[in-house]
């Protein structure tokens, strides 16, 4: 099969805070993890996101500090970068939303969508603060859902039920930074005109949207059949990228345009078009316009389905027809902790810097690839991440690895090793299943396939006993069988633990550089001959058992109201 053009988005994180393990389990991760199989199987990848920094999110943060957006981003942005080096997130390109490149493509687009009338004048309903006597964004501003009674759902979006709201739907509004109750008054502003969209956007869901996860479908087959409206797409505010009123035409342009802004959610999404040609102004457009040759995945939370299942292929096919649309939007539920959602002003957080220097970058990354919250929500408890890294990830997949490799120090492989027809088969079935779960995005089951090799593994030396074989040349084979195993493991493992695999191919003094996708068992076969096992060591640090309970003591986990 010909090498594929595999271009992968990832959810551009605000820039208002330290990024905790919610977004390692929603995003972070499970794009890391494709990207790099992807490249392991041959493909051509590239995987661009950036820090979002415009929209109320960082000014409020701004706010709250009482500093300029600038210095929160100059804050966090760098921070964001140290985590993903810290946890391999394989970036080609990580940027910003304050690029002049980024601000150029968004115009760009508006002004193209302006002029093809998919982009219109009106006017809207917007939250207005008689105190500070101006309109207020979205995020200045929460209240009451009117859909689940949330009590503190956004001006734009109630996270409880995921339901984007429109301006005076929040029951009780009152101002984020007063609490004094604000009320609803007119502004004019651009509107996308999504309505004119919905036949082309059912055309593309009716095609592209059966292969995707069936909640994901269903949901946005839920949107479509409600209907779409027209939806604002700039707010009252002088944070975020300016309108280029000057290249509209007159009929086009709207009063008090100076003090208005792109709407974050239609600029944020432009990122992923205007950060692969940051990447290369000439090689960009090999994954943008290679047709069936290239395959799109994006990664990001619930909360932004709307916008990556509707929004972006919509803006795309109203910007340039040519240009390749989604084709698997991998979008994962929410993970809780210890049954809440996460919450920073309230002290119930696991920050991802913290979990990684404590316990490991790739134990937490295996661990929540065995949690991951694709087809519904998840929980992360200090509890049951000991006992699991104790028990799976070191206990059978650690356990195994060490074990064999501390018999294969005394026994290398004897010339011209054959393995058994059982252990043959197990190795090519599971090393196949993995690489259909890694093809599909089905992170979570991958990683238990991993452990599911590990755990035949261990049953098998169990059974057999090599060292108790008092024939020698029988023995070797044995523990030869085991290291195919391993070699087996160590291939079908780099995308979920890099670090650890480059530990465990040093050990075993050879590499496996492809993983192929019909007759892996032969190609692992191959590299047999070239083992030369060094001093085995442990891939893991067992946890202590009493740590569960120190790292819970440190939350706010008051009683739920």
């Given amino acids: 099969m010909a090498n594929k053009k595999i271009f992968i988005g990832v959810a551009w994180p605000y820039v208002n805070g330290d990024l905790h393990i919610g977004h390692l389990a929603g995003y972070l991760l499970p794009a890391d993890f494709c990207a790099r199989f992807h490249r392991k199987i041959g493909d051509e990848v590239l995987m661009v996101s950036g820090s979002d920094c415009n929209g109320t999110p960082v000014a409020l943060e701004a706010e709250a500090r009482k500093i300029a957006p600038a210095e929160v ?10 985590l993903f080096e810290q946890y391999g997130i394989s970036f080609d390109n990580y940027t910003t939303t304050i690029t002049e ?3 150029a493509t968004v115009q760009d687009v508006f002004v193209k969508l302006a002029q093809s009338g998919y982009i219109s004048k009106g006017s809207s309903k917007q939250y207005y603060s008689a105190a500070q006597s101006k309109f207020l964004p979205d995020r200045y501003v929460e209240g009451k859902c009117p859909h689940c009674g949330c009590e503190d759902a956004r001006g734009d979006q109630c996270d409880a039920c995921g339901r984007v709201l429109e301006q005076g739907e929040l029951i009780n509004p009152k101002s984020k930074l007063s609490g004094a109750a604000v009320t609803v008054r007119t502004s004019e502003h651009y509107y996308l005109d999504l309505k004119k969209l919905e036949p082309f956007l059912k055309e593309y869901a009716a095609k592209t949207g059966p292969s995707w996860r069936p909640w994901i479908y269903s949901e946005t087959l839920g949107w479509l059949a409600k209907g779409l409206a027209p939806r604002c797409i700039t707010r009252d505010m002088d944070w975020g990228i300016r309108i280029p009123v000057e290249r509209l035409s007159e009929n086009l342009r709207i009063a008090n345009c100076e003090n208005k802004r792109i709407y974050v959610w239609f600029d944020a ?6 950060a692969s040609k940051e990447w290369s102004q000439e090689k960009w457009k090999d994954f943008w316009y290679a047709g069936a040759e290239a395959k799109h995945y994006y990664f990001m939370g619930k909360d932004n389905l709307f916008f990556h299942t509707l929004l972006w292929p919509g803006q ?21 902790l210890e049954g809440r959602k996460f919450s920073k002003s309230r002290g119930i957080i696991v920050d991802s810097d913290y979990i990684g220097r404590a316990y490991g970058v790739d134990l937490v990354r295996f661990y929540m690839a065995l949690i991951m919250p694709e087809t519904g929500d998840s929980n992360f408890a200090w509890q049951h991440f000991t006992e699991t890294a104790n ?6 997949y650690g356990n195994f690895i060490n074990r064999i490799l501390k018999l294969a120090s005394k026994a290398p492989p004897p010339a011209g090793f054959v393995p058994s027809p059982e252990v043959r088969a197990v190795t090519d079935r599971l090393v196949k299943k993995a690489y259909a779960q890694l093809s599909n995005c089905e992170f979570k089951a991958y990683a238990w396939t991993l452990a599911e090799i590990s755990d035949f593994g261990n049953k098998y030396v169990d059974r057999v006993k090599p060292w108790a074989i008092k024939d020698e040349a029988q023995k070797a084979n044995e523990i030869a069988n085991l290291l195919f195993l391993v070699l087996a493991l160590a291939m079908c493992s780099e995308p979920l633990i890099p670090q650890t695999c480059a530990a465990l191919y040093e050990m ?10 019909e007759n892996p068992a032969d190609y692992l076969l191959s590299l047999m001959s070239s083992l030369k096992i060094g001093e085995p060591k442990p891939l893991f640090a067992k946890i202590p058992p009493e740590a569960a309970a120190e790292e819970k003591a440190k939350l706010n986990l008051a009683p739920a109201v």
């Fill in 269 to 274: 999404v432009i990122g992923y078009l205007s």
């Fill in 316 to 336: 795309l096919h109203a910007y340039d027809e040519k240009l390749h649309l989604p084709d698997f939007p991998s979008i994962n539920n929410f993970l809780n």
């Fill in 73 to 82: 981003v100059a804050l966090y942005h760098p921070k964001n970068l140290r």
């Fill in 101 to 103: 490149n980024h601000a």
């Fill in 508 to 517: 075993l003094g050879v590499k496996a550089d492809k993983w192929p996708e």
């Fill in 391 to 396: 028990s799976v990830v070191i206990g059978t």
